[in-house]
């Protein structure tokens, strides 16, 4: 159970996306009581969703503090993974285990939409098969896997193709946009405008 006040996160700007740092720590129960911390600072993608889907399922709200906590115990896999999975390093939860308590997580903080949560879990089990560091155990989930999809699909699928094709036009749009507009101003304009005004006035 996670516990209150949630972190505060603040944007990070990134070329390639968006990014955001958890400014303060996130907490929770353990299945055993202890009590299980994301430290902060931690930079986080929140829930990496594709972007024609993000209407129905967005990267951020209520599963926010799920995401973040999931994106730690990636973390832990992946510099397992890299230290050479020796045991006495080995993280405290599975790949197939940190899925799981993810998939508890959301429908702890947003029970009222449990076809999201599934489809944000379905999304994680997909990235594990293709991050070598997660792809253990991957198989046993497949068909509950495919069981989800083909649950979702028949509504998903449609609003991801139509969102896609928005994007392909709102994306050349702003292409043909930028071609016509007019040449942006230098960057001291400004200065030189103000600075012609002080002049002016005292002469």
């Known amino acids: 159970m996670f516990l209150f006040p949630l972190p505060a ?11 955001y740092d ?4 996130l907490r929770w ?16 993608d929140l829930a990496s969703v594709p972007r024609p889907l993000r209407v129905l399922v ?23 993974h890299r230290a050479g999975r020796p045991e006495h390093l080995r993280p405290h939860l ?3 285990e940190a899925d799981e308590e ?3 997580g959301v429908r702890e ?8 949560a599934h489809v944000l879990w379905a999304g994680v089990r997909a990235g594990a098969w293709a991050n070598p560091a997660r792809r253990d155990g991957w198989q046993q ?35 043909l946009a930028c071609r016509l507009q007019s040449p942006p101003l230098p960057d001291d304009a400004g200065l030189l405008v103000v600075g012609d005004l002080a002049a002016r006035a005292a002469a």
């Not at 958890?22 to 720590?25: D, F, H, T, V």
């Not at 903080?109 to 999201?116: A, F, G, K, V, Y």
């Open 109 to 116: 903080l947003d029970p009222n939409r449990p076809l999201r």
């Open 29 to 44: 129960t353990e299945r055993d009581g202890t009590l299980g911390e994301v430290a902060a600072p931690f930079r986080t």
């Open 58 to 80: 967005p990267t951020s709200g209520r599963h926010t503090p799920a995401a973040i906590r999931h994106d730690r115990r990636c973390d832990d896999l992946n510099a397992w």
């Open 9 to 19: 996160l603040r944007p990070v700007p990134l070329v390639d996306g968006d990014a």
């Open 141 to 175: 989930d497949l068909l509950r896997v495919l069981l989800v999809i083909l649950i979702v699909a028949p509504v998903y699928l449609p609003v991801a193709l139509v969102n896609s094709l928005a994007l392909l036009v709102d994306g050349l749009a702003n292409r």
């Open 22 to 25: 958890a400014i303060e720590p």
């Open 94 to 96: 599975s790949s197939i």
């Open 102 to 104: 993810f998939l508890a």
